[in-house]
């Protein structure tokens, strides 16, 4: 008898929402739960003030009237920013990154991967502590929302990960995908263009081979070429 089937993380369904059939996720997170700090400090007070107004005086209707509506904002606000980080996901391919966001209106900020001209790792003091940084993205072209995205968990492997992609490694150890050129671009037809020519890659040189140049003839000091 089998077991039950294992739930799908949430980010698989923004990957299959948003990705292609042939282009799984290499790095598939959400922010920290530090980014909750700020929305808890706020809230959590403004929760208890309107349970405190709401039992200070059951039978007046304005009182009681007055903290159900601050103890329903509180809640609400709350609900709202613990809702957004749980569905807020970063999806990085070897194509894009693609970062979804909102609850009620879903947004999607795409960037390709190659546009991507340096990468910035910043990590603050309680960031340290708590294991979470910012990475900030300069890229060919205007600005987008994926300039900067903060409240990386693990911050330390995903700047690993992200420079693999991006800047590329040993090729006998992680080798570019058939549907990529040498460039970083993607091959003629997963751009939509048949016809156009491929770019394929150059070939890597062989080890062990010499390609030894013919010795420059040495003259004396004094005499001409025709003399030689």
Known sequence: MSGPAPRRPRWGKDAEKYLLADEPPVIATRRHPAVLVRSFVRGVPALVVGVWVLQLDPTNRVGATVGLVVVLGALGYLGLHVGEWWVRHLLVTRRRVLLTSGVIIRTVAVMPL???TDLTWKETFWGQLLG???FR????GQQQGLDVIDYMPHADALYKRLSELMFGTDTTSNPVSSDEDAD???AAD???DGDAPEQLM???LQSGRRHDTAPIPRTRPGRSSDEL
Do not use: H, K, L, Q
Request: net charge positive.
């Open 114 to 116: 190659r546009r991507i």
């Open 132 to 134: 979470y940084g910012t």
């Open 137 to 140: 993205f300069e890229s060919a």
């Open 184 to 186: 970083g671009t993607m």
């Open 190 to 192: 997963d751009r939509g």
């Open 202 to 204: 150059p070939r890597p």
